[in-house]
């Protein structure tokens, strides 16, 4: 198949994270893809460093493009806006945010365009037929991650995604690992700051899934998040993680869980690799992208 994605993110963050492995693993499937993207963005770089075709995000490449292609997909609000009037019959929508769609005339007809979406996980896709997408329309699939080295022991601190976003928890679980005595690593590079981390906690006011959650899963960290959107389908209580509600006490008696049960840390973390395994690889995320695509082609 010839597919065309759409990304026009600024940052390197999980979506376009999952759109670099999905186009990697496209590849090695045997099929044409090329990523617009805009100029400079760190997806674009990190596309043309893996030596696949990437081009500037405009809509004149897009109208040329989509004329040929078999797929186009896209991967956030703003390039299914542009791709919305050129590829309806082959249109696939990735929708990764939890929060209701607009209720006006414009994105009405938006939503009426794509062929189908892929929802990042139930709650997701719950909230698309809230909006009025048809079940029928809609496909799950989950985030795929590739398997971390597993974390040695020794690691002391708190990891937490340095992240300026008004709807992530940083300032909440930054105020729970005080209360908890714990020592706290913000990070921009999870994968390396990992090997240090006693757990990772992800909290949040809005989530669609939190790939950041499965990265540290499988590297065997165990992880600490918070009861909402998507994260439960991916955290099991007490089995593969904590979940917790948005209190700061709540949170520091989690944090406190972990350290003065090591037994209950270890269980936690080895079940979550297995988990990760089993159900949210980068391949196992390739071949549902791929059913989807043939489902409509």
């Keep these: ?51 696949l075709d990437v081009r500037p995000l405009k809509l004149s490449t897009l109208v040329s493009l989509a004329s040929d292609a078999d797929i186009v997909h896209t991967h956030d609000g703003r390039s299914h806006t542009l791709a919305a009037g050129l590829a309806a019959k082959h249109l696939v929508v990735s929708r990764r945010v939890a929060f209701p769609l607009q209720r006006n005339p414009a994105s009405h007809w938006k939503y009426k365009r794509a062929a189908h979406y892929i929802a990042v996980s139930e709650f997701v896709k719950r909230v698309l ?11 799950v699939v989950y985030d795929g991650v590739p398997l971390q080295p597993l974390r040695s022991a020794g690691g002391d601190r708190i990891v937490i995604l340095d992240l300026a976003d008004a709807g992530k928890g940083t300032a909440l ?18 994968e390396n700051d990992l090997s240090q981390a006693a757990a990772f906690m992800y909290l949040t006011l809005s989530e669609g899934l939190g790939s950041a959650v499965l990265l540290a899963m499988a590297a065997g960290v165990p992880v600490i998040v918070s009861n909402i959107g998507g994260l439960p389908e991916i955290v099991e209580h007490e089995r593969t ?30 079940h979550a690799r297995e988990q990760v395994e089993q159900k949210f690889t980068v391949e196992q995320m390739v071949a549902r992208t791929i059913a989807v695509y043939e489902k409509i082609s």
């Design 1 to 51: 198949m010839r597919i065309v994605h759409l990304d026009t993110g600024r940052e390197m963050r999980g979506g376009q994270w999952q759109v670099l492995r999905l186009l990697e693993g496209l590849r090695a499937a045997g099929h044409d893809v090329t990523l617009l993207a805009r100029a400079g963005a760190p997806l674009a770089e990190a596309v043309r460093q893996a030596s």
């Design 129 to 139: 037929e809230a909006g009025g997408v048809p079940a029928s329309k809609i496909s």
């Design 173 to 190: 679980a930054l105020e729970a690992a005080r209360l908890a005595g714990a020592p706290v690593l913000l990070s921009r590079n999870l």
């Design 241 to 270: 993680g904590l979940v917790t509600e948005n209190s700061a006490a709540e949170v520091a008696g989690a944090i406190k869980r972990l350290r003065d049960n090591p037994e209950l840390a270890h269980s936690l973390a080895k």
